[in-house]
């Protein structure tokens, strides 16, 4: 699978989104609740691989990321490990296809979207994702209007 391909599924993902869960995106609900919806209707393009939302594993172990910790918000004590919004792997082996950050667009603190591309570039590089994307999602008033950005290391 391509990256013109992973684009056009999650372009038809977020049509589907805001067509079918229009509601939360109008009224700004968590991004957890966003992200978990994209998921689910991104599941039904990738019959072979798992797709999970805030996964923190790599087979058996921790998800830990060579990055500077300060830099990650986690429940973590030691804010090493790291949860993805949605990943697209084969879980408990090294397939790993896609990671997904999303921001709503009313998260307007660069810092915040600043992390995620780090994340995403260690993913790319430790993990092996063969594809990392950062999606800014339009929500209240810009619901609808979104950005998919593909993450390069």
């Known amino acids: 699978m391509g990256k013109s391909e992973i684009k056009k599924i999650i372009d ?15 009224i700004d609900i968590n991004e957890r609740t966003i992200s978990h919806r994209f998921a ?3 599941e039904k393009y990738f019959d ?10 790599d087979h058996d172990n ?12 986690t429940n973590d004590t030691n804010a090493q490990t790291v949860f993805p919004d949605i990943i697209v792997h084969k879980r408990r082996t090294d397939e790993n296809l896609l ?16 992390k995620d591309i780090k994340k995403l570039r260690a993913f790319k590089r430790e993990l092996n994702y063969q594809f990392a994307v950062f999606i800014n999602i339009g929500v ?14």
């Open 99 to 114: 990671v997904i950050e999303m921001k709503k667009s009313t998260n307007t603190n660069s810092d915040n979207r600043d």
């Open 48 to 57: 072979d691989w798992s797709v999970d939302c805030e996964y923190n594993r």
């Open 12 to 26: 038809y993902v977020l049509v589907k989104l805001l067509k079918n869960d229009s509601d939360i995106l109008e």
């Open 62 to 73: 921790k998800k830990t990321l060579n990055i500077d910790p300060s830099s990650i918000e």
């Open 40 to 42: 689910v209707y991104l």
């Open 140 to 153: 209240d008033d810009n619901s609808g209007k979104n950005t998919v950005e593909f993450i390069e290391v």
